[in-house]
């Protein structure tokens, strides 16, 4: 499996790499916005998101449903993967949202 590394980008985003070619851009912040469950990056989401790295057959070409997705991680590393469509589910999906709108165009 990669390893994970975090990177700084500024006083609110950081950038999460789970190889050289597959990162995802997070708002820092999140975790301070609400006592939320879906406010925050699950160690199950990272060590998820590094499966599907190192397993990318699991998700290209195919419908990816990400049910309880938190911040959507293992869901935008899915897409950047190339799965054919990806849904994401939360009880609060401004999170997600949020990831989404700092992971597009890349």
């Given amino acids: ?19 050289p ?5 997070i708002d820092a912040s999140l975790s301070n916005l609400s006592s939320s469950k879906s406010s925050f990056l699950w ?7 590094r499966y599907l790295c190192a397993s990318p057959h699991l998700v290209v070409d195919k ?25 994401l589910t939360d009880a609060d999906v401004q999170h997600a949202r949020k990831t989404l709108e ?3 165009g890349g």
């Fill in 63 to 87: 419908r990816v449903l990400e049910l309880g997705c938190g911040i959507g991680v293992p869901s935008i590393v899915a897409a950047k993967l190339g799965a054919k469509q990806v849904f």
């Fill in 102 to 104: 700092l992971n597009q």
């Fill in 1 to 19: 499996m990669h390893n994970v590394s975090v990177c700084k980008d500024n006083q609110r985003n950081s950038t999460i790499c789970f190889n």
């Fill in 43 to 49: 160690p199950s989401a990272s060590i998820l998101s």
């Fill in 21 to 25: 070619e597959i990162s995802v851009r």
